[in-house]
Nanobody
């Protein structure tokens, strides 16, 4: 089992930046694909970004390309989401996820382990 804990969320003005962290415990995340998802109140959870086990391959939803960067530090068993040029529409609870499976990497059902979420609020 892998336990994931997100941190780094908060309130920021539009155009600002936040760096989310996802700390893993229980097992190393070195072999895991990591993903970030977000969910606004009353909305379905949506894919944001993912990174493969080695950190060499990334994929983003179109709305965050060029603004967000996913990364992974296997030695620290931590994944990150650097969010720049934040927009009010980025407001959501952000969740970290992990999987060892092959599959549809942008689908939430592909991921086996989830953090509790961290709130990101972007004001205008």
């Amino acid at each position: 089992q892998v336990q994931l804990v997100e941190s780094g969320g908060g309130l920021v003005q539009a155009g600002g930046s936040l760096r989310l962290s996802c700390a893993a415990s229980g097992r190393t995340i070195g072999s895991y694909r990591m993903g970030w998802f977000r969910q606004a109140p009353g909305k379905e959870r949506e894919f944001v970004a993912t990174i493969n086990w080695s950190g060499q391959s990334t994929y983003y939803t179109n709305s965050v390309k060029g603004r967000f960067t996913i990364s992974k530090d296997n030695a620290k068993t931590t994944a990150y989401l650097q969010m720049n040029s934040l927009k009010p529409e980025d407001t959501a609870v952000y969740y970290c996820a992990a999987t060892l499976k092959a599959g549809i990497i942008s689908s939430s059902v592909f991921y086996d382990y989830w953090g509790q979420g961290t709130q990101v609020t972007v004001s205008s």
